[in-house]
Nanobody, 117 residues
Framework: QVQLDESGGGLVQPGGSLSLSCSAS????????MGWYRQAPGKEREMVAT???????NYGDSVKGRFTIVRESGWNTVYLQMDSLKPEDTAVYYC???????????WGQGTQVTVSA
């Protein structure tokens, strides 16, 4: 079993910045990816950013150039730096860890990010 502990989030004005962090513990698959998804009210969950422990990174189209995912080699902690935030970034952000080539996917409890004036 894998546990994901998230922190960060909150309320920020448009154009501002926030950061999220997530640490994984437990029986972590050797080859894995970690990252963030988000879900706004009435919408499907969408991928924000992911990074494998081999260094491969992927961003959702709506956040490219504004968000940065950081994952230090050898560490099961991932950070999401969110800059130039927009009201449409408002959502519950979920940390995820998934096994590469496998079916195991784990989710954090979610943290609220609200972008509003």
């Amino acid at each position: 079993q894998v546990q994901l502990d998230e922190s960060g989030g909150g309320l920020v004005q448009p154009g501002g910045s926030l950061s999220l962090s997530c640490s994984a513990s437990g029986s972590i698959p050797g080859f894995n990816g970690m990252g963030w998804y988000r879900q706004a009210p009435g919408k499907e969950r969408e991928m924000v950013a992911t990074k494998t422990n081999g260094g491969w990174t992927n961003y959702g189209d709506s956040v490219k150039g504004r968000f940065t995912i950081v994952r230090e080699s050898g560490w099961n902690t991932v950070y999401l730096q969110m800059d130039s935030l927009k009201p449409e970034d408002t959502a519950v952000y979920y940390c995820t860890l998934y096994a590469l080539g496998g079916a195991d996917t784990y989710w954090g409890q979610g943290t609220q990010v609200t972008v509003s004036a």
